[in-house]
């Protein structure tokens, strides 16, 4: 979807300004830590996924999602997700406390601290899969990213969308966020080859841009189609 989250290349917005890594606490306030926290345990749940979570925070409304921090659009996307999946009422997230008691599930499946390292670090967790067919473009392949014209999440970058760019590198198999993000976080994922992608500067901002830079992207199959 093309939303308010795909910030990059848009004017008005003045430059970025980040902290010196130095400088750069993990989380500036107490507050953001418990977010992260429960964000960790409620995914340990294996209700949905990283592209699912990703996507609950492109559907906030454009008002609170530009009003908002950065652990904020996670607190309310999480609260989207636990009403969608029936794990919470809106009436329970407003008084702070749970009118019946958690089912056998979610009570087997919370995160212990055991777990905690693992599920930060992504330790045992495969995104890539096996191909059905071979890789349709090779290094060296002119390409274009097809424009998003579909609702749903996708990790094409609304800056390149409709732009020519070179296929630098095949990158394997991995999972297509686009299904992933809407399908059924236990069942099967959807694969499709993954390329990096690099584009003149020059063909994404025009041509007061230098033609010596470069973006690379990395990029699916089906957001690519053959330069004509």
């Known amino acids: 979807m093309i939303g308010v989250h795909d910030l990059g290349g848009m004017h008005g917005l003045g430059p970025i300004d980040p902290e010196p890594e130095e400088d750069e606490p993990v989380f500036h306030q107490a507050w953001e830590g418990r977010i992260f926290a429960m964000s960790q345990a409620c995914s340990a749940l294996g209700r949905w996924s990283i592209d699912a979570s990703r996507h609950a925070r492109e559907r906030l409304d454009p008002v609170v999602y530009l009003r908002t921090s950065y652990f904020e659009k996670w607190l309310l996307s999480l609260e989207s997700l636990l009403v969608e999946h029936g794990l919470l009422t809106d009436e329970e997230i407003a008084r702070g406390s749970p009118t019946s008691p958690a089912d056998e599930d979610v009570a087997a499946r919370r995160l212990t601290p055991a777990q905690v390292t693992s599920s930060i670090t992504s330790t045992g967790r495969r995104f890539d899969v096996e191909p059905t067919a071979p890789p349709r473009f090779r290094p060296g392949d ?7 014209t579909t609702p749903g999440h996708t990790r094409a970058v609304r800056y390149a969308q409709g732009r020519f760019g070179t296929v630098e590198a095949h990158r394997g198999c991995h999972v297509l966020p686009d299904h992933s ?5 236990a069942g099967e994922h959807v694969g499709a080859h993954l ?5 003149t500067a020059d063909e994404l901002w025009g041509a007061w841009a230098s033609p010596h830079d470069t973006v690379r992207v990395d990029l699916w199959e089906p957001y690519l189609e053959a330069a004509t």
Do not use: K, Q
């Open 195 to 199: 390329y990096s992608v690099s584009f």
């Open 142 to 148: 002119r390409v274009r990213l097809r424009p998003v």
């Open 181 to 185: 993000a809407h399908a059924d976080a």
